[in-house]
């Protein structure tokens, strides 16, 4: 998403954010992500996912059995992603 300047769960290509799941091959019955950015913190995007309803959901459901976190910071801003999955 830095690379290439958006902010979605879709990708520029209308593809949804779960093809690069199939890409490379990874399986699982469900999964959800989280995204956020700003321009001040990398701990503040925590924040951001515990203060939202939805993102919390996410953060706290137990039938979620692997996570994968990123954090990079590019183009005067960080951003991070939550990947969910069982």
């Known amino acids: 998403m830095i690379q290439n300047n958006f902010f979605n769960h879709t990708n520029p290509d209308e593809t949804k954010w779960t093809n690069w799941l199939?890409?490379?091959?990874?399986?699982?019955?469900?999964?959800?992500?989280?995204?956020?950015?700003?321009?001040?913190?990398?701990?503040?995007?925590?924040n951001q996912w515990w203060n939202s309803p939805g993102h919390r959901a996410n953060m706290m459901d137990e039938n979620y059995t692997k996570v994968g976190i990123g954090v990079i910071y590019g183009n005067n801003k960080y951003m991070g992603t939550q990947e969910f999955s069982n």
């Open 22 to 46: 199939h890409t490379i091959g990874y399986n699982h019955t469900t999964a959800e992500e989280n995204i956020a950015y700003n321009t001040s913190d990398p701990v503040e995007l925590f």
